[in-house]
């Protein structure tokens, strides 16, 4: 994990995992946008609405994690950095894993995709967060 990127995944992952919302901001751009929820298109297009700030994006992970999750960890598996500049995607495995039994085998997992961008400061913060992946498409 010596690239900079999956570190700034790793530390979105673990925030999530620990419902830290103050390490889960510090991971993601102001102007961030997360899939929460994945959109019919007889209901609207946008998984986010226009505006949408960096405390909405952690709202929503930490929702879904409550009610979607709450008795998993998230960890992630394989991913792939694809860097442009300031600018990469990520593709990545999620598996959840039971609180209960941390060691065990983590459960089926799904692949979520990521666009970061280089700041000003030269740190990497997520600009969008599909944990939905490309199953996201299955919605449309």
Not at 48 to 73: I, N, Y
Not at 85 to 103: R, S
Request: glycine share 6%; with cysteine.
């Amino acid at each position: 994990m010596n690239n900079p990127i999956s570190h700034v995944l790793q530390q979105l992952h673990d925030a999530v995992n620990r419902g830290d919302q103050d390490a889960l901001s510090q991971c993601y751009a102001s102007d961030a946008t997360v899939v929460a929820t994945p959109m019919s298109s007889s209901t609207q297009n946008q998984t986010t609405e226009e505006g949408s700030t960096q405390r909405d994006c952690v709202d929503a992970l930490l929702k879904f994690q409550k009610k979607f999750m709450p008795d998993h960890f998230v960890t992630t598996g394989d991913e792939r950095v694809i860097q442009a500049g300031d600018v990469a995607l990520v593709v990545a495995k999620l598996y959840l894993v039971p609180k209960a039994t941390p060691n065990a085998l983590p459960c089926e997992g799904k692949r979520a995709v990521y666009v970061l961008q280089r700041d000003g400061s030269g740190e990497w913060r997520c600009v969008i967060d599909n944990f939905f992946g490309t199953d996201l498409l299955d919605f449309a």
